[in-house]
């Protein structure tokens, strides 16, 4: 429907640019004519020093408008894109800012000519527009992958992310049409921004988002809006109850306006999140069974998270049963495609069910959630130890089967049990115990985990994601070890893997990170290879390579 909404609203836009060719010089100069009038009527008797050059220089300032109205709704199209997280989601975003940059860039052009006159022949709105949106095109451009940046080829300019500040900035100072767009904007990259990398960037993002947030909340006290961002950054924040009341004040207060359904249902997600972190899982389960009946996002994911919670609760029979349910959920979108969040849960369940759900203890499906989403860092050190103590438990249950069926092998020759293949398993339950490490300040721990994962990525086949974010966790140990040209160059090495579940979620936060590190100095260029299996080995305080 927004889709629709867009692209009717583009039509427009675009049917009027077109009459405006057709329209005579004549109509043109007394369109200019007229705003130059009545700015000079807005402004004081006393007579400017300096004379406008003729309006004719310039196009009316309804066809600016028209060109703004045209790119901001390529622009709200590439976002809606970007937020599916696919490839083809990806490269129709680039594709669509691109289309939005080229009318945003003519009218910035024409601004730009006019100098001091142009309050004399564009209007403050459509000023507003224009710096809302090439702030939003340079800001959004600026943390898409580089994969996605060379498949949409030749923009013809590199983003700029810090232009884009400085004019989303000067947007919401403005307090116009789009100064509210614009500070919606700034919060959403910076919330953004943290959750996909909280270990890196809270420090350095949440203060000026705070005051952003602060500011706006002034002028709108009961934006339901801004009470979702407020959530956001109480939870950025560690503070959880807070984050869950602003959320259901947020619902609260959205009751009767258009956007109700989907703000509350928005509302209840992060709050279900919210109770995965703190590890009200009864609370998290009740709260994802609702958005799967509201058919919020991805029903089969909220079925899989329910029936997640559930099995971390000890109820078994409950989550199996919930559990097969999920593949009837899944269901084509996007031009015939499975979304990857479906494509994960439908894998995932189809690994349970293959062991008739009795191999359930070499899997801790919502930790692993937690971990490929980045939660972990919001957790309490007191709810790690025992999230950790039930990864061992899966390792533990791993290591036993094992032994059972070396045993056997000891006992008969060539049994007809098949030979124990648990590489996916066990990789999944180590990078997630490495994240785990890594939040309790444990870096030089994580080594060995991460080290298994690397040396038999050619036997791990069905969770292939293990790879790159076992990279991703080496890359935050080194951080925390303060060897930050190794976080920087393993985070080059896990962009080399591709294909595998939520690649490009992943390849965001690489984004994110890189740049983050780039900012810092830390620019040193990756080794040569020193053997076919690694590209290069860093060496922790514990003394083993990785």
């Not at 989907?262 to 209840?268: D, G, H, I, Q």
């Not at 997640?308 to 996007?334: H, N, P, W, Y």
């Not at 860092?377 to 390792?395: F, I, K, Q």
């Not at 115990?433 to 086949?461: F, Q, R, Y």
């Amino acid at each position: 429907m927004a889709l629709d909404a867009l692209n009717t609203t583009y039509d427009i836009a675009n049917t009027q640019l077109n009459a405006s060719k057709k329209s005579s010089k004549l109509s043109g100069y007394f369109a200019g004519y007229y705003n130059y009038l009545k700015k000079k009527d807005e402004t004081s008797t006393i007579t400017p020093t300096a004379t406008p050059r003729a309006t004719t220089d310039y196009p009316p300032n309804g066809v600016l408008r028209a060109h703004v109205l045209k790119a901001e709704c390529c622009l709200q199209i590439a976002i809606l894109q970007l937020l599916q997280e696919s490839v083809m989601g990806y490269v129709k975003c680039g594709l669509n800012l691109r289309r939005a940059y080229s009318s945003y860039s003519y009218v910035w052009q024409e601004y730009q000519k006019m100098g001091a006159d142009h309050q004399a022949f564009m209007d403050s709105d459509t000023i507003s527009g224009v710096q809302f949106g090439i702030g939003s095109v340079h800001l959004v451009l600026s943390a898409l992958p580089a994969k996605i940046l060379k498949a949409v080829s030749a923009f013809g300019w590199k983003p700029d992310r810090k232009l884009g500040f400085i004019l989303l900035n000067q947007c919401a100072e403005s307090k116009r049409v789009r100064s509210s767009m614009a500070t919606i904007m700034l919060l959403s990259y910076y919330c953004a921004a943290i959750s996909f990398a909280p270990q890196l960037l809270t420090e350095t993002y949440k203060k000026t988002a705070m005051n952003i947030l602060l500011d706006a909340q002034r002028f709108h006290p009961n934006s339901a809006v801004y009470l979702f961002f407020a959530g956001r950054m109480a939870r950025n924040s560690l503070d959880l109850a807070l984050s869950t009341q602003s959320f259901l004040y947020a619902a609260e207060i959205s009751r009767g306006e258009w956007a109700e359904v989907a703000l509350t249902n928005s509302c209840r997600f992060e709050i279900a999140i919210n109770h995965m972190i703190t590890g009200n899982w009864g609370h998290a389960a009740s709260t994802f069974e609702y958005l799967c009946e509201q058919q919020y996002w991805s029903t089969a994911f909220c079925k899989y998270a329910q029936g997640a919670c559930l099995e971390m609760m000890g109820e078994r029979t409950e989550a199996i049963l919930i559990f097969a349910q999920v593949s009837d959920l899944v269901v084509k979108k996007l031009g015939g495609r499975i979304p990857d969040i479906d494509t994960y849960v439908l894998r995932k369940v189809t690994m349970f069910q293959e062991s008739g759900y009795q191999e359930l203890d070499f899997f801790v499906p919502i930790l692993e959630f937690m971990c490929m989403w980045n939660l972990m860092p919001y957790v309490s050190h007191e709810l790690l130890g025992t999230a950790l103590e039930r990864v061992n438990l899966g390792l533990s249950a791993i290591d036993a089967r094992e032994q059972l069926e070396q045993e056997i092998r000891m006992r008969e020759l060539a049994p007809e049990t098949a030979i124990p293949d648990f590489f996916d398993e066990r990789a999944s339950l180590l990078v997630v115990k490495a994240s785990i490490l890594n939040v309790l300040g444990l870096p030089d721990e994580t080594t060995l985990d991460i080290n298994w994962v690397l040396d038999h990525k050619e036997c791990i086949t069905r969770d292939t994601w293990t790879v790159p974010y076992a990279l991703w966790e080496a890359g935050v140990a080194c951080w925390s070890l303060d060897i930050k040209n190794k976080s920087r160059q393993v985070w080059e090495m896990a962009l080399d893997h591709g294909k595998h579940d939520f690649e490009h979620r992943l390849a965001v936060r690489l984004n994110l990170a890189l740049t983050h590190a780039e900012e810092l100095g830390y620019n040193e260029a990756i080794p040569q290879p020193v053997d076919d299996k690694k590209r290069f080995s860093v060496a922790l305080p514990a003394t083993i390579p990785l």
